[in-house]
């Protein structure tokens, strides 16, 4: 075993070990408070219902289990080295988004993009083995980073009094959200977990929405069916 292809395995834990202690240490986050806004930002259409966020408990532990195993089986080989220098960079910009977001939304918005752009270049070079071990784990978080950086976006855009209100924003959201997924969905062809995640953010913006802005709740259960349906359809990884 090589001392740099370990040290790059070590990295990836050592990321994955601050990004899940991050929202332990930071008494956890509950959201972007109304008041971080110039336009304050109370229950925004576009922010799914709280018990869909609980899906970090499972990105986190599936990302700690990816790195250990990386660590301990595949510290030389050629196909996981290659994720592992921007699955590095993800994690270390999440360990600090949190503390970041407490205090500046829009900084926060920035990182969580670069955590996207990472998190999706280490999807896109994801080993064809270990399907289970190395791509469902990185498709999972990447699939939930998409959701969470347009909901951020639209925060921003509606938080700000940019343009449309946040109903509109939230529209702009629901929309570029559904072509971001299928556009990884339809180019990668070998990720069909992507799409779950950002399913499940729809159904809880659904949720949220049922009772306020109808027509949204509806459009984004349509979209997470479509999402779902790409999902189910994209070719898998030969094994």
Do not use: C
């Amino acid at each position: 075993m090589s001392d740099t292809a370990r040290m790059k395995s070590v990295l990836v834990v050592t990321g994955a070990i601050a990004f899940v202690m991050s929202p332990i240490v930071s008494n956890s986050f509950g959201g972007f408070e109304p008041g971080q806004f110039p336009v304050p930002q109370d229950d925004p259409p576009v922010q799914p219902a709280g018990y869909a966020f609980s899906i970090w408990t499972l990105i986190y532990g599936w990302l700690l289990v990816h790195a250990g195993f990386g660590l301990v089986k595949r510290a030389d080989a050629e196909d996981w080295d290659r994720t592992r220098i921007p699955l590095t960079i993800s994690l270390v910009l999440g360990a600090a988004w949190i503390p970041i977001a407490l205090r500046s939304p829009l900084m926060a918005t920035v990182l969580i993009w670069g955590m996207l752009a990472t998190a999706l270049w280490a999807l896109f070079v994801a080993p064809r083995r270990d399907t289970w071990w190395a791509r469902v784990p990185l498709a999972l978080y990447a699939g939930w980073l998409t959701a969470a950086a347009w909901v951020s976006v639209a925060l921003i855009g509606a938080g700000w009094g940019i343009g449309p209100g946040a109903l509109a924003w939230a529209w702009i959201a629901l929309i570029a959200a559904l072509l971001s997924a299928a556009g990884v969905l339809t180019r990668l062809g070998r990720a069909p977990d992507y799409g779950l995640p950002l399913a499940w953010g729809l159904v809880g913006i659904t949720v949220a929405n049922l009772s306020a802005n109808l027509l949204l709740a509806l459009a984004a259960a349509l979209g997470a069916a479509l999402i779902l349906a790409l999902s189910l359809l994209a070719p898998r990884p030969n094994r």
